[in-house]
């Protein structure tokens, strides 16, 4: 059974300090990782692609990367307005299943 | 500015009732989507549609029903035999057919029984 666990599952962080967020898969054949972001009561944002083991993209404060079983969502010198919850997804098979992981809630304190 | 947009933002069901989710986008996407949020778990799949006039069974369908008679529209039917419906709905579409290319989210809808 395709399984992504995400950790932690929240984190609080003083402004300005970097830290990771962990989306470990196990699927058949993945297709694509994809992280998004949520704001409370809102549907997620699409964040990223990733697609091959050794891939990386950055959008802002924000690097993901991928290994061949997990992947990363660094932040750098966090702020406030980076708090939310991040959903790491993984597609999969020939079907392209989706499945979603339960997310990391992340605070960033002033 | 495309985008897909849920109606209503918050609806209350009674017992025994059935309740209407509307979800419209005008990205010109071909493959549209429901998601049920509940809290510790991923989003999981109620149904989704890839063309007009043809939809399918995600993982949790039950207790649900679909149409997809337009391209911009596929609204989702909560029927009285879905017997936990509170959750957070969310509508998603993606550009053609493949779940590959990531989706587009609307704001959701929390459906609560009272």
């Known amino acids: 059974e395709d399984q992504v666990t995400q950790s932690p599952e929240a984190l609080r962080l003083q402004e300005g300090e970097s830290s990771s967020l962990n989306c470990s898969y196990t699927v058949s054949g993945l297709r694509g990782l994809f992280w998004y972001r949520q704001d409370p009561g809102k549907g997620p944002e699409f964040l990223f692609t990733?697609?091959?083991a050794g891939e990386e993209k950055e959008k802002e404060r924000l690097k993901a990367t991928l290994t061949k079983k997990e992947s990363f969502l660094h932040i750098t010198a966090p702020k406030p307005e980076d708090s939310a919850t991040y959903l790491c997804a993984a597609v999969s098979g020939g079907y392209q299943k989706v499945t979603f992981g339960t997310g990391t809630k992340l605070q960033v304190i002033p | 500015d495309g985008g897909i947009t849920q109606s209503p933002k918050y609806l209350f069901r009674k017992e025994g009732q059935n309740v209407t989710l509307s979800c419209e986008q005008n990205?010109?996407?071909?493959?549209m989507y429901w998601y049920r949020q509940d809290p510790g778990q991923g989003l999981r799949l109620i149904y989704y549609?890839?063309?007009?006039?043809?939809?399918q069974k995600g993982d949790i369908a039950e207790g649900y029903s679909v149409s997809r008679e337009k391209k911009e529209s596929f609204p989702l039917t909560v029927t009285s035999a879905q017997k936990n419906p509170t959750a957070f709905y969310l509508c998603?579409?993606?550009?053609?057919?493949?779940?590959?290319?990531?989706?587009?989210f609307g704001s959701g809808t929390r459906l609560t029984v009272v």
């Open positions: 990733l697609y091959s």
């Open positions: 990205l010109n996407h071909d493959a």
């Open positions: 549609s890839q063309i007009v006039n043809d939809f």
């Open positions: 998603a579409s993606s550009m053609g057919t493949s779940s590959n290319y990531g989706y587009t």
